[in-house]
């Protein structure tokens, strides 16, 4: 593990491609510390094989992660069915709203 990261104890088959990318929180445990990770399948002299980068908190190991509200900085997502959008909890700003298409 890269130094300035975190605690977290990784296994030897995840590797730390960014570190601590600003901007982006955890949505379980709320911390600014994400991380983006692969997942190694095979080790080769000849180049890992490994799998698309994801993120993960590097706190608690969630990957409930995404960007802050540019509203209000905080990260807390909620998802309306029945309209068809997401909006930030805590200041009600709509962040995706989709198209219902009746017929």
Excluded: W
């Amino acid at each position: 593990m890269k130094s300035g990261a975190t605690t977290l104890n990784l296994p030897d088959n995840i590797k730390i491609v960014r570190d601590e990318i600003p901007g982006l929180s955890c949505g379980d445990c709320k911390s600014h510390k994400v991380i983006q990770v692969v997942f190694i399948f095979i080790k080769s002299k000849f180049g890992d094989i490994t799998s698309d980068p994801f993120l993960i908190c590097a706190s608690c190991a969630s990957q409930n992660v995404g960007r802050n509200c540019p509203e209000c900085g905080i990260f807390n997502r909620v998802k309306d069915d029945k309209r068809d959008e997401v909006y930030c909890k805590p200041c009600g700003l709509v962040l995706t709203r989709n198209k219902i298409i009746q017929y």
